[in-house]
């Protein structure tokens, strides 16, 4: 396996070394670079991973190099390191914000870079993570680059032009499905289930629910009009939600949300 180095040691860069340790991958082919030092002694002490004493340093021991900085540390990041991309080195970017064209100015010349978005299942491995490649990366490379990210969870590939969009659906979704996930825990109290089992029942519904979807290859709309019977309970609840645009918001929540990412974009 060809090293790999990851900039920036947060929630989502011990998300990426976590899973490429689980996926079988040795401490010494992984390098980071962490710059606030209370950070990288948690890492080092618990994955025993090494570190750099710097950025540039990184760079030029590794292949692979996953930026999983701030948005706004990527000039001065990329201008310190312009002289050390040459056509083996690939730029895997999950900076929000930050596009292929925005990597390519600031670095000044042609590079291979590849632009993707997880979401924050990754810590799990269960992440939806849109990749967007650069037009000077090649299929192999590309598919390596999947290898590498695919036990973080599920690729999707998308043009960069949607990567605002997978921002909104992927990023933010588990928020949505997280506030309903809470209401329906809620709902189950108001209604006398004890809270620890609302929860129980709640989750296990949403288990029972996607592992039906992709066993059983059924589209969400036929599942729910199996469940939902002429005058029940179901439909009964149904109509409820749509008094409310429940789907109409849940939309509008999506599309106000890759607007934002647009807006937040260099």
Do not use: W
């Not at 992984?30 to 030092?37: A, D, G, H, S, T």
């Not at 929000?96 to 299942?121: D, E, H, Y």
């Not at 928020?175 to 709902?187: G, H, K, R, T």
């Not at 209604?191 to 929860?199: E, M």
């Amino acid at each position: 396996m060809d090293k790999v180095g990851i900039v920036g040691l947060g929630n989502m860069g011990e998300a990426i070394a976590k899973n490429l340790l689980k996926s079988g991958a040795k401490k010494d082919s992984i390098l980071c670079f962490e710059i606030k030092p209370e950070r990288r002694r948690f890492i080092e002490e618990k994955y025993k991973l090494k570190f750099t004493g710097s950025a540039e340093e990184l760079i030029k021991k590794v292949r692979y190099i996953i930026l999983s900085i701030k948005p706004q540390d990527a000039d001065k990041l990329l201008n310190s390191i312009t002289s050390l991309l040459d056509d083996k080195k690939i730029i895997i970017s999950i900076m929000a914000g930050i596009t292929l064209s925005n990597i390519l100015s600031t670095v000044g010349k042609p590079i291979k870079a590849i632009r993707i978005m997880p979401n924050i299942c990754v810590k799990v491995g269960e992440g939806a993570i849109g990749i967007a490649p650069g037009s000077y990366v090649n299929k192999e490379e590309i598919d390596a680059v999947k290898a590498l990210i695919l036990p973080m969870g599920r690729i999707i590939e998308v043009g960069e032009e949607l990567m605002d969009a997978v921002t909104a659906l992927g990023g933010s979704g588990p928020a949505f499905f997280l506030l309903f996930l809470e209401s329906m825990i809620d709902a189950g109290v108001k209604i006398g289930i004890a809270r620890d089992k609302s929860k129980a029942i709640c989750s296990q519904v949403v288990r029972g629910t996607l592992k039906m979807l992709e066993e059983e290859d059924v589209h969400p709309t036929l599942m729910k009009e199996m469940i939902t019977s002429p005058a029940g309970t179901t439909i009964a609840g149904l109509a409820i939600l749509e008094e409310s645009a429940f789907k109409g918001n849940i939309i509008k929540a999506v599309e106000i949300s890759a607007k934002r990412a647009k807006e937040l974009s260099l």
